[in-house]
């Protein structure tokens, strides 16, 4: 007898399950360890399950402090791993709210607690995703939550230009890598700038997605109390994450992109044309060694001036195009950055060496790892003065007066280039 295969349009076949939806709340005032998944996300969760979905709800507020006063984003990263896991699915869709994101984002490059540590999870089991107002480089209002950063890692891993938001933003190569997770950002613009917290660039998934994986609902941040005194100029209903109807705009891009359908592509607006003139920018001013220098007085890009993060500089809105930072240190450092508009650019300037890919010698594969004995290609700026190869066997460790340590110990090298 033949099975036939009937395909919905653009949508999952008929008969096949649709895997279970994660759901990851945001920031959290305390107490919160009794959370429901209403108080974020409204009637979304009954809503998914009208439509045939298993929902599984990650409250992150319940995962216990392992030493400061509240658990790091990296630790609930690693505990929402545990949650996916245990459930036995084969693989989750995942939607996530503000700094749920984060948690997300942590949990697919296995960040740890230790700064530029990473153990990404062999195989993260997450198909879809869907951002809704994530803060990527940062919240905004830093200011008034820079006092806050002191007792809560969370609040200090949020602040822009914050060593977690570096370290997750080039993890791999120089930029994230969301593991081939199908993904979509849903940004508010009920204000000028965004959702009323997080600038609509550093909402964006530009970075890694793309422009086009951008939606733009005319909606706030959040219904939190705490936040919302935080942005009194958008703290009213119609809110990003609190579905209310069945015409909730975030509910039917949420379900469209889930269900494989193009109808989240016309809801909202995409990136409207006064947004493309502007993008954000994430900068490190570094030592030969990759140590940020904290001594630089002022860092500017063309005319915006840059504020100073725990870890690097940046900027919401800078003008797109090349632009010229300037770094006030003596004597001053010049370096030319290109910002691309609808999201967040993320540059490094330092002297001498700068790594920017290392790739398998055969061809460009995915991942960070690396075979024992593989030839590798490194690419990147002042790496070496002149040209120079390798004669015969065994490789030397120094060629034309460049060496490279791996975890320590130096490499054989076939070949070095001047740039």
């Known amino acids: 007898m033949r099975t036939f295969l009937f395909l919905l349009a653009g949508g999952m076949a ?3 399950t649709a895997p279970p939806v994660v759901l990851v709340n945001g920031y959290q005032d305390l107490p919160c360890e009794n959370r429901v998944s209403r108080e974020t996300f409204g009637q979304l969760e009954e809503k998914l399950r009208a439509a045939g979905r298993e929902v599984i709800w990650f409250n992150n507020c319940s995962v216990p402090a392992a030493g400061e006063p509240r658990p790091t984003i990296e630790e609930m990263g690693a505990a929402l791993g545990r949650r996916i896991a245990e459930s036995g699915a084969a693989e989750v869709d995942a939607v996530v709210h503000s700094m749920g994101g984060l948690i997300l984002r942590s949990y697919l490059a296995g960040k740890q607690n230790a700064p530029g540590t990473f153990v990404p999870p062999a195989n993260p089991r997450v198909r879809k995703a869907v951002f809704l107002g994530s803060p990527h480089f940062g919240i905004g209002f830093a200011a ?6 002191a007792v809560d890692p969370q609040v200090r891993a949020m602040l822009p230009g914050s060593r977690f938001l570096f370290d997750l933003g080039t993890w791999n190569q120089g930029g994230d890598d969301l593991r081939g997770v199908d993904a979509i950002a849903i940004a508010g613009a009920a204000s000028a700038t965004g959702d009323g917290l997080v600038p609509f660039t550093s909402a964006s998934l530009r970075f890694q997605a793309g422009e086009d994986r951008l939606r733009v609902v005319p909606y706030c941040h959040t219904n939190s109390p705490l936040l919302r005194l935080a942005a009194p100029g958008c703290a009213r209903a119609p809110y990003l994450a609190e579905v209310d109807s069945e015409d909730h705009l975030s509910w039917r891009i949420i379900r469209s992109f889930l269900d494989g359908t193009a109808e989240w592509r016309g809801l909202g607006e995409g990136p409207a044309s006064s947004w493309n003139t502007a993008g954000g920018l994430l900068l490190s001013y570094q030592d030969r060694e990759g140590r940020a220098v904290e001594t630089a007085a002022r860092v500017t890009a063309g005319t915006v001036e840059l504020a100073k993060g725990a870890f690097a500089w940046s900027a919401d809105f800078v003008p797109a195009g090349r632009q010229e ?12 950055v290109n910002v691309a508009p609808v999201g967040f650019n993320v540059a490094v300037v330092k002297p001498g060496p700068q790594v920017a890919a290392v790739l398998p010698a055969a061809g460009r ?3 960070l790892s690396r075979a024992p004995g593989m030839f590798v290609s490194i690419y990147g700026s002042g790496l070496a003065v002149t040209t120079g190869q390798a004669a015969a066997l065994p490789l030397p460790t120094e060629l034309a007066g460049v060496r490279v340590l791996v975890n320590g110990e130096a490499a054989g090298l076939q070949f070095v280039g001047g740039n």
């Open 14 to 16: 008929w008969g096949q």
């Open 144 to 149: 008034l939550f820079g006092t806050v950063a």
């Open 325 to 336: 930072v300037r770094i006030g240190a003596t004597p001053e450092v010049t370096a030319g």
């Open 365 to 367: 594969v995915p991942g």
